[in-house]
Nanobody, 121 residues
Framework: QVQLVESGGGLVQPGGSLRLSCAAS????????MGWYRQAPGKQREVVAS???????NYADSVKGRTNISRSDTKDTVYLQMNSVNPEDTAVYYC???????????????WGQGTQVTVSS
């Protein structure tokens, strides 16, 4: 079984910073791309940032320039650092990873349970 467990989040003041972590555990042979998504109330889930196994990154326009996604392959963990947050960043944040549990078999997408981030004074 593979699990993704997020940590971080909570209440953040406008202009502040947040750091999220997501650790994969269980039977893991290889992890390909990893990413962060978010879903605000009444809105569709949207991609925030992604990082390939080679370290190439992509960011949503709304967070570009104030967000950094990184990963530790030794810890099977992906991180999201977001600065200068504003109320529009309020959402449930989910991590996602394309994981191959065994040598034989395909990559599959796995999701964390989500962590609430609220930006408010």
């Amino acid at each position: 079984q593979v699990q993704l467990v997020e940590s971080g989040g909570g209440l953040v003041q406008p202009g502040g910073s947040l750091r999220l972590s997501c650790a994969a555990s269980g039977t893991i042979f290889r992890i390909n791309a990893m990413g962060w998504y978010r879903q605000a109330p009444g809105k569709q889930r949207e991609v925030v940032a992604s990082i390939t196994s080679g370290g190439n990154t992509n960011y949503a326009d709304s967070v570009k320039g104030r967000t950094n996604i990184s990963r530790s392959d030794t810890k099977d963990t992906v991180y999201l650092q977001m600065n200068s947050v504003n109320p529009e960043d309020t959402a449930v944040y989910y991590c996602q990873a394309a994981i191959k549990p065994r040598l034989i078999g395909p990559f599959s997408d796995y999701w964390g349970q989500g962590t609430q981030v609220t930006v408010s004074s």
